[in-house]
């Protein structure tokens, strides 16, 4: 219950579970808080796990999605970033926004205190 916003960019490809990040980033949120991923569409570049480390080579809507389920989070939206050549040789860049399905009620750090009273 600490963020309102958490960032994950380009590093779910290099990671062995994934999933695992996108949970503990969920844990953090505030209710109503959002978390955005930015990675790779998926491709078929073998060379990235040969001369970059990329554990994975991108990942899908459905994957995020059942992730974000997973953690608490719901999918608002996905938007694709095609590269600027469109030879379709490049990669696709993804950005997933989820939100903490928990509403937001009352915030403490900006409630106003109670009247102090006299005696």
Same mark, same amino acid.
């Given at each position: 219950?600490?963020? %309102?916003?958490? +960032?994950? =960019?380009q590093v ?8 695992? /990040?996108?949970?503990?980033? #969920? ?11 930015? %990675?790779? #569409?998926? =491709?078929g570049?073998?060379?990235?796990? *040969? *001369?970059?480390? =990329? ?15 997973? /953690? ?9 970033? *095609? ?16 939100? %903490? ?7 403490? /750090? +900006?409630?106003?205190?109670? *009247?102090?009273? +006299? /005696?």
């Amino acid at each position: 219950d600490s963020f %309102d916003l958490i +960032t994950i =960019h380009q590093v779910l490809h290099y990671l062995d579970e994934p999933q695992v /990040a996108v949970r503990e980033a #969920a844990r953090l949120l505030r209710p109503s808080g959002r978390l955005v991923i930015v %990675d790779f #569409a998926p =491709h078929g570049l073998e060379f990235l796990r *040969e *001369e970059h480390a =990329h554990q994975r080579l991108g990942f899908s809507d459905r994957q995020i999605a059942d992730w974000f389920a997973e /953690a608490g989070l719901e999918l608002e939206e996905a938007q694709s970033f *095609e590269p600027r050549n469109g030879d379709g040789s490049g990669l696709v860049v993804k950005l997933w926004l989820g939100r %903490d399905r928990r509403l937001l009620i009352a915030d403490p /750090a +900006t409630s106003p205190l109670p *009247e102090k009273e +006299t /005696a």
